[in-house]
């Protein structure tokens, strides 16, 4: 009478295993790299650092991972965190799990056409710096399908510090990143692309006429024309007059534009004075339509960065490392 047949310990057990597929399919993947981060380095706050999100935020994931398992995975302690026997159990196989799905990303990355080279930038730089260059790697490397992207979505897409780290580029499929920044870029290949400094630039016919600019004093005669593109590091009027010792120039009059090649535009046609990243104007300098009216220009801590994935050996794609060695070629005839 104690005996179970094999028909009844069968049907005991499939309950369970039908359960599982609602419970995995609706884990958040984020909360699982949570819970994987703070266990590895036993804080909130590491793991925050880690992912580039607030302590808040892990707090956050843990607890909705936590409830809809139906038990905590951690034992929040006076001295600090400890897992469950829950939480011991099921770490490893989460690293597992991560682990291969970062195998697979990298698999599927690895499929795309042999030829086909993702360039990411901001539109800005794409605009006035990239483009009017681009047709020299194009004509020497014909058979490489370049694709340039120059959305804002890789920005967003950062995290709120504006860091773009190794998981954005494979999220976006980008082969080169161009960032203006400060190099820190978590798990990427960084190389400084272009040092850059701060200068005021205008329109030569500003130089003649009743109000000529001359120095500094002189813009207060002169219509600011500010760009007020979010980017990390970006300049501003205010700053700069500081820099310079300039008085009397009320940083927060002109005209504001969302693009940096709309300010650039505005002051070769003559409406006023724009503030901007050296290597965004090159190509007006060198044609004559924007001028540095005064020698004074403030340099910064942050540059323009050449982001790419890190390899091994020698298992860089060949159009990467084309690309790669034709763009620091290019900066360094700049410099």
């Known amino acids: 009478m104690g005996h179970v047949a094999p028909q ?4 005991s057990y499939h309950p369970v295993k ?4 609602p419970l995995i399919s609706h884990l958040p993947l984020s909360a699982l790299r949570g819970f994987e981060a703070v266990a590895r380095l036993g804080s909130f706050r590491k793991a925050a650092e880690e992912l580039h999100v607030t302590p808040a935020a892990v707090s956050q994931q843990i607890k909705v991972l936590e409830q809809q398992l139906g038990h905590p995975l951690f034992h929040r302690l006076a001295t600090g965190l400890a897992l469950t026997r829950s939480g011991q159990i099921g770490l490893p196989l989460v690293r597992e799990g991560l682990a291969s799905l970062e195998s697979a990303a990298q698999l599927m990355a690895a499929q795309r056409g042999a030829d086909t080279l993702t360039v990411w930038t901001a539109p800005s730089f794409a605009t006035k710096w990239l483009m009017p260059r681009l047709h020299h790697f194009v004509d020497a490397h014909p058979g490489v399908d370049l694709r340039l992207s120059a959305s804002a979505l890789l920005i967003e897409g950062a995290r709120s510090s504006g860091v773009i780290s190794s998981d954005d580029l494979r999220l976006h499929g980008v082969d080169v990143a161009i960032r203006f920044g400060r190099g820190q870029y978590p798990g990427c290949r960084v190389e400084m692309l272009l040092p850059v400094s ?4 205008c329109s030569p016919k500003l130089m003649e006429g009743e109000h000529p600019l001359r120095e500094p004093a002189d813009l207060r005669d002169q219509t600011l024309l500010h760009d007020d593109t979010a980017y990390e590091g970006r300049p501003d009027w205010a ?4 820099l310079a010792g300039v008085r009397g120039v009320d940083p927060s009059h002109g005209m504001r534009f969302n693009h940096s090649a709309l300010a650039l535009d505005a002051a070769a046609d003559g409406q006023g004075v724009a503030l901007t990243l050296l290597p965004l104007a090159a190509t007006d300098l060198a044609s004559g339509r924007l001028v540095v009216p005064f020698t004074q220009s403030v340099e910064l801590d942050a540059a323009y960065y050449l982001i790419s994935l890190p390899t091994v050996g020698e298992d860089e794609a060949p159009q990467i490392a084309a690309f790669r060695n034709w763009l620091l070629a290019e900066a360094q005839r700049e410099k």
């Open 8 to 11: 009844q310990a069968n049907l």
């Open 18 to 21: 039908q359960n599982l597929t």
């Open 198 to 201: 701060v200068v005021p630039l």
């Open 239 to 242: 700053s700069w007059l500081e």
